[in-house]
């Protein structure tokens, strides 16, 4: 029988393939509003969900609002204000993004085969997935010139360390103390790209940061 976390994991994979293949920056700020949905919602049904407090079930909510509402709200508006819907001449194509996302999984299947840890056989699936999120978050940092799908990179690679500590982690409310700690971290930093976007599409009239190299002393 499939347990529910296969079937969220599968759709946070499938989340980040559909990441690294689209062009459209509103259907990438839709599916990392889901992404982080998802992610939030991961540890409530894992194999420690008898352990799971009043506490954490009053903090999950939170996580998923910041997570799948607060922040994608600030991208939509974003993308919005920028008038911008595609990404037209990323530094890594879309063809190349997506096998690389696909060796991506493997070789994260790789690399948990090879640890010397015991885990049971979803967290080695929400390891594996961890792993995945996190490595296509770097390239889509590093593969795109919009300051916006670059913030998207930003949080799929916040959404990765929460799945790899969601694995490793032996106790719920320690995962959850330090998932707050990362996202009033995050939500800083995205009002803050937010405020350095606004900025570069003032100055520039587009939001490709490559046009920083132009800036002079």
């Known amino acids: 029988m499939i347990h ?14 559909l ?3 689209s062009n459209r920056l509103m259907a990438l700020v839709k599916i990392i509003a889901l992404q982080g949905v998802l992610v939030s919602l991961t540890p409530l049904f894992m194999e420690h969900h008898d352990k799971l407090t009043g506490g954490i079930l009053f903090l999950t909510p939170i ?3 910041i997570k799948g509402l607060v922040i994608p709200a600030f991208l939509f508006f974003a993308v919005k204000k920028a008038s911008i819907r595609r ?11 997506l096998f690389a996302g696909l060796a991506m999984i493997l070789v994260s299947a790789f690399i948990v085969d090879r640890l010397p840890l015991n885990l049971p056989g979803s967290h080695a699936l929400l390891l594996i997935t961890g792993i995945t999120t996190l490595a296509a978050g770097l390239l889509l940092m590093m593969g795109r010139r919009k300051g916006i799908t670059q913030v998207i990179g930003y ?13 490793l982690a032996r106790e719920v409310h320690t995962l959850h103390v330090l998932e707050f700690g990362i996202l009033l ?11 350095i976007l606004t900025n570069i599409n003032r100055a520039f009239d587009d939001m490709d ?3 920083l190299m132009r800036l002079k002393d």
Not at 87 to 97: D, G, K, Q
């Open 185 to 195: 971290d995050l939500l800083a930093g995205v009002m803050i790209m937010g405020i």
């Open 87 to 97: 990404e037209i001449e990323p530094i890594i194509s879309y063809h190349a993004s």
């Open 19 to 21: 990441t690294l293949g």
């Open 4 to 17: 529910l976390t296969d079937v969220i994991l599968s759709i946070t994979i499938l989340s980040v393939l």
């Open 63 to 65: 996580t998923v609002a």
């Open 155 to 167: 949080l799929m690679l916040e959404n990765g360390i929460y799945l790899i500590g969601t694995a």
């Open 209 to 211: 940061t490559s046009l």
